[in-house]
């Protein structure tokens, strides 16, 4: 028995993060083809820790304790006849071509950072689909189980495992190689990443559905990835990298005041800033700096500029809003989607640009993207309402009510609507 | 004082569905429920069974049968010994092992015969 002063803890998502670790170092054992023996064999070191710990105790190092355990399932496997010619396939280690039953020090810290790199690579293949890359990043980077990207995604678990086993073969029929990108494709490669990684941000971020805490930890593992990826040598051009992180670390950081006690949403103008998570803010605005030391200007530079001036804002009155409405004029030329033309009209009627809003709002209404969309129509309603149309604002507020997704939303909007009819 | 054993029974691969999450979870409640006997000093052993390897043995008949018994829906998971003051009180402390929480469970209380002294 290991005495009272010798009991461990361990840090939050201790399991999680270290499945994430194993399933790529494993995956780099048993080649890309194999993902799914790496996961099972992980899924069974971890129970197995569980079975031990909760009679043993948490052991002293916790993740030697792992690593142990999963390399000599791994060594189990791989002397199974049955699975020796899956492995022809990855040739980065020597034992296999050996009868050799020893094996390299392959949870080396070097070693698991790169693996885990060359499996976002991986997952970020331009030959799966968005939605099944950040479902295969969730199951084995974040070592989400499938329930639990289900409830991300509100859809059933079936629906992930068929997108997961779909994924899977693409890998396995188009021998998707869990090597790093060549030099000359690892900038495009990158980008991928990158773009995964916003996606994933903004699944969580977007409070448009689902429950607030798996929202909140989607965002949460979108910039643990981040951070993965910056801590890697083999990236060089970190530029990108660091704004990403800077503009998801801005954002987050405003989390805590976005929903009063009472569960309603609050817009920026009526946070409370006090609640803002300053310590975040502040790691958000370092990363920023840090992104400039590169001459390449990415769309996340341009998002994470118009967070850091929203941040820096003693009050929604003290915004800067016209350095916002630059970096947006310098952001439609990288990305001239409707959502960034919308969200534009937004900064021009807070500075009362009423016809040019007018005419911006114009250009967009017949996008497919926007007519279903309720911050639409509560955009125009805005603008209406500034023109002194003040039933018109009224009937376009009452179709961003009829189309918001998300009880709270449709009652701030309602709280607004109400505002309105008092002025009529 | 006295010795008594617990033992664990759980059913089958119960475990298989759960998430590293909620495997960290049951592992952290059951672990502070043996932190907690440790301070007391009640607790005197604990182990887990192997997965597979376990056998029965009915020589009498002249069988013996393969672990892991899956197709008994119980599996001996483990063990405890605890020390306590009566029966009521061992199973006062086998009631508030928090794995009845996550899986479906038995748990025989024996008392351990002194022997000697």
Known sequence: MPKVSEVHTLIEHFFRYESGKMIAVLTGLFGSNNIVLAEDLVQDTLMEAMANWTYKGIPENPSAWLYTVAKNKALNSINREKYRNRYALETRYEWQKSEETTMPEIFSPDNISDDQLRMMFLCCHPAISPDSQIALILKTLCGFSISEIGRAFMTSKENINKRLVRTRKIIRTQNISFNLPHKKHIKQRLDAVLETIYLLFNEGYSASVGHKAIREGLCLEAIRLTELVLANKAVDNKGSVYALLSLMQLNVSRFGARIDDQGNLRTLEKQNRSLWDMYTMEKGFANLKKATQDALLTKYHLLAGISSYHCSAKSFEATDWMGILSLYDRLLILDSSPLVVLNRVIVLLQIGKTQDALAQLGKIEKENALVSHHLFYAVKSDLYAKMGKMTEAGKSLQKAIDLAPLLAEKKLLRDRLKKISEKK | ?117
């Open chain 2, 1 to 117: 004082m006295k010795d008594y054993l617990l033992i664990i029974k759980t059913e089958g691969c119960i475990w298989t569905d759960l998430s590293a999450e909620q495997l960290q979870k049951h592992m952290e409640n059951g672990s502070a429920y043996i932190g907690n006997l440790m301070q007391k000093g009640i607790l005197k052993g604990a182990n887990p069974i192997e997965k597979e390897g376990s056998r029965i043995i009915k020589k009498n008949q002249g069988t013996l049968k393969d672990g892991p018994f899956n197709e008994s829906k119980e599996v001996v998971a483990g063990y405890f010994h605890i020390s306590a003051k009566d029966t009521d009180a061992a199973v006062a402390i086998a009631k508030e092992n928090p794995i009845f929480n996550d899986i479906p469970t038995q748990i025989e209380v024996h008392p351990l015969m002194p022997i000697g002294g």
